[in-house]
């Protein structure tokens, strides 16, 4: 499987106006580091099937819509 580097997201994110979802600790980290406003959506949950996290981020979805509306760029979601 071919891997892209987290910069490479990061500057794809920030150049195509994208918000980054991840289970990865290094995106949030990369807000501190960056210069570009990029919306992280850190999910904070272990590993699960499919089903389990798209019901997590479902029920979590107005939550997401308002932190993102509000402006906040690291949004972690438990």
Known sequence: MNRVSDLFIWEHAA???CIIITKDEDFPDMVLLRPEF??????RM???RKK???EFVAV???TIIQQL???DQIIEVH
């Not at 990029?38 to 999910?43: C, D, Y």
């Open 69 to 71: 509306q509000r402006g």
């Open 46 to 48: 272990g590993n699960c």
């Open 15 to 17: 150049n195509n106006n």
């Open 38 to 43: 990029v919306p992280v959506i850190w999910l």
């Open 52 to 54: 389990a996290l798209l």
């Open 60 to 62: 979590s979805w107005p």
